[in-house]
């Protein structure tokens, strides 16, 4: 069942990512992510009402407090990636997740990790290279040079970083409730920071393009509140270095989208490379045991 949802979740979270890309890229970073919380905001209130009950304690507060600041900042690192680079070139950085989980997961979960990992932390390396493999005609360092010119993708990449914290430490708030009331309660949090911030990140501009795309909106609310929901769920019933292993095949899910929605271009190397990511993360999950 965790398997299950964990590929729901990144289902879901490559689709909310399209649809924000398709029909919000020509508002700020900012507003993007206005627009993103928002929308699954409604589905957030609507689960409390219909949640099991939760007796949170003290460690799930802790965590909720730890958490929100980091989310915070790779949320808008996400909604810049997706503004400014093809999905092709972005989204599959975030199979990195799992290769830094090996480090945070062992120090706020305690969870081992085999040797074996090694390997598939080389092959989502080789497969970051071989997403700009065209490149090497200008060098064996070409398609390492075009990570660097490509804003999007070392974005993703420290966005990548950040997730491998708050992951873990997500799951301590779960264990110490539920999946269900932590990924209300977490989102609706996130949403009330985010949208205090308007007066400050907002840059003065008004309300006016947020809601005037109800039906995308709509849809993106119930991707991204499938995507919550599935991944508390799936999380709280194995290691979160699985679950998130088997969720970056939204990566790949993305890089589709790049090539159906928006024509990008190169999509059979980039493809490959995400293929390359994707077998690598895989690896990292069956060398745990998985």
């Known amino acids: 069942m965790w398997f299950f949802l964990s590929l729901l979740a990144a289902l879901g979270l490559a689709t909310a990512d399209a649809l924000t890309k398709r029909f919000f890229s020509d508002l700020t970073p900012y507003r993007m992510g206005v627009v993103r919380?928002?929308?699954?905001?409604?589905?957030?209130?609507?689960?409390?009402?219909?949640?099991?009950?939760?007796?949170?304690?003290?460690?799930?507060?802790?965590?909720?407090?730890?958490?929100?600041?980091?989310?915070?900042?790779?949320?808008?690192l996400y909604m810049r990636a997706l503004k400014l680079s093809p999905l092709s070139l972005s989204l599959p950085f975030l199979a990195f997740t799992p290769v830094f989980m090996i480090l945070t997961g062992r120090f706020i979960l305690g969870e081992s990790i085999r040797l074996g990992g090694v390997l598939?932390?080389?092959?989502?390396?080789?497969?970051?290279?071989?997403?700009?493999?065209?490149?090497?005609?200008?060098?064996?360092?070409?398609?390492?040079?075009?990570?660097?010119r490509e804003p999007g993708s070392w974005i993703m990449l420290l966005v990548s970083f950040v997730y491998s914290l708050t992951a873990p430490i997500g799951k301590v708030a779960i264990?110490?409730?539920?999946?269900?009331?932590?990924?209300?309660?977490?989102?609706?949090?996130?949403?009330?920071?985010?949208?205090?911030?308007?007066?400050?990140?907002?840059?003065?501009?008004?309300?006016?393009?947020?809601?005037?795309?109800?039906?995308?909106?709509?849809l993106i609310g119930l991707m991204a509140a499938m995507e919550n929901f599935a991944h508390m769920m799936a999380i709280a019933q194995v290691e979160a270095a699985y679950m998130i292993a088997v969720k970056r095949l939204s990566l790949l899910f993305g890089v589709l989208y790049g090539a159906w929605w928006f024509g990008e271009q190169n999509i059979r190397e980039r493809l490959a490379g995400a293929a390359i990511m994707i077998a690598g993360v895989f690896l990292i999950r069956w060398a745990q045991g998985g």
Request: no cysteine; charged share 5%; proline share 8%.
């Open 120 to 148: 598939g932390i080389l092959l989502i390396v080789l497969g970051a290279y071989v997403l700009n493999l065209s490149k090497m005609k200008s060098g064996l360092l070409g398609p390492v040079r075009a990570v660097m």
């Open 37 to 76: 919380i928002l929308s699954s905001a409604p589905w957030m209130v609507l689960a409390l009402l219909f949640l099991p009950s939760a007796m949170p304690d003290r460690a799930f507060w802790l965590a909720i407090a730890a958490a929100l600041p980091l989310e915070i900042f790779a949320f808008f």
């Open 175 to 218: 264990l110490h409730s539920n999946p269900w009331f932590f990924a209300a309660v977490y989102n609706l949090a996130l949403s009330v920071v985010i949208v205090s911030l308007w007066p400050v990140a907002a840059g003065g501009a008004g309300v006016r393009g947020i809601f005037s795309r109800p039906g995308p909106m709509l």
